[in-house]
């Protein structure tokens, strides 16, 4: 037997770096009140029907979970006007779960996908742990414009999946409508577009799309979903994603039983109906970009407007050294260089009272 044969993935004994989410308050030592501004929580909390519908089921911990996530998903249909069946969606515990689930469903060993930096780390990290190569098609310019034709010309037989994010994360930035319409335009077959649109909720621009016109054309595209952002359920972890039937329901093959576990099914289901909770989340988000965006222009700090809830700046010295002093004022902020945007700090959009604390902030560091 030869010596040579290893135990080990040789393609997992690498440095590329690995998915980590922020800190948690716990980990700042501040001697007042914490903001916790880097990890795009919600900033009013919870739904209250998802809070009201798991401590209806508070009591019933001692038996498992739906088998299957059928209500869920029907629930699902439901909120999509019936314009996309329950077998055509797939969830998981949280959006980071559903990018997991895309990886292993399409790539593996030699199988390729292309992602456009600054993005979301997972795109990255996640086909690296299956043997994929990734090809880096950067965003263009300072305005992250998508680069249709470098995505094209990096298309080939073993090419399987685009990541695409829109609102984009870090960035804050989006797709315009003609831009996904040009490049559906000229992907292959053998080729799935995932559009992720957790921030779908939070976009405000004319011509802001998701994938929903695309699979309803039976299109190869994937939407990606989560319940962390617009309605607060992050410590649940559970998203989703739809597509074409076919999709779906080869999606589903991989799908574990018990994989959602009873509160966050709950929460979820409840949630969906929550659409006072989501204006009044909303209306947050505008009411703090509306004070921000003067405030940092008098501060003369770059900065990009966005379509999420959250903003992304380019401080005047090092991202790192920033974060430090944003948290000697109990700011947490989320440098994101290893997003594929050096220079530039990540910040939630707060309540006011947060939002004015960056800005006193900004004034004594910048």
Not at 112 to 135: D, H, M, Q, W
Not at 164 to 171: D, F, V
Not at 188 to 203: N, R, T
């Amino acid at each position: 037997m030869s010596k040579n044969i290893s135990l080990f993935k040789s393609y997992l004994d690498t440095d590329t770096p690995a998915y980590k989410g922020g800190k948690s308050k716990d980990e700042i030592n501040f001697d007042g009140p914490i903001y916790k501004l880097s990890s795009n929580e919600n900033p009013i909390g919870a739904s209250p029907k998802a809070i009201a519908a798991m401590q209806a089921k508070i009591n019933n911990l001692f038996e498992y979970p739906d088998n299957t996530d059928l209500r869920l998903r029907e629930a699902l249909s439901t909120f999509y006007e019936n314009k996309l069946t329950p077998d055509q969606f797939v969830t998981a515990n949280s959006g980071v779960g559903i990018i997991e689930l895309i990886v292993h469903a399409f790539l593996g060993e030699g199988l390729e996908c292309i992602a456009c930096n600054p993005a979301f780390l997972p795109y990255i990290s996640f086909p690296t742990k299956v043997g994929a190569i990734i090809r880096d098609v950067p965003l263009l310019g300072k305005d992250y414009n998508i680069d249709i034709d470098g995505i094209i010309e990096n298309i080939n037989n073993n090419t399987r999946v685009i990541w695409l994010c829109s609102p984009n994360n870090p960035t804050g930035t989006y797709l315009p409508k003609k831009d996904i319409d040009k490049l559906l335009t000229k992907v292959p077959e053998h080729v799935v577009v995932i559009l992720d649109e957790v921030y779908f909720q939070f976009a405000t621009a004319d011509d802001y799309t998701t994938s929903l016109p695309y699979v309803l054309k039976g299109k190869n595209v994937i939407g990606v979903n989560s319940f962390s952002k617009a309605y607060g359920l992050a410590g649940l972890r559970i998203g989703y994603a739809y597509s074409t039937p076919k999709i779906g329901r080869y999606l589903s093959k991989l799908q574990r039983p018990f994989y959602i576990n009873t509160l966050a099914t709950e929460a979820a289901i409840a949630a969906l109906t929550d659409n006072e909770f989501l204006d009044l989340t909303v209306r947050a988000i505008n009411q703090g970009k509306a004070y921000l965006y003067p405030e940092l222009e008098k501060l003369g700090v770059i900065y990009w407007k966005s379509q999420a809830n959250f903003f992304t700046i380019k401080p005047a010295m090092n991202p790192q050294l920033f974060e430090e002093k944003m948290q000697s004022y109990g700011i947490m902020v989320r440098p994101v260089g290893n997003f594929g945007a050096p220079g530039c700090v990540r910040i939630t959009i707060g309540k006011q009272e947060a939002n004015e604390a960056v800005i006193h902030a900004m004034k004594n560091i910048l």
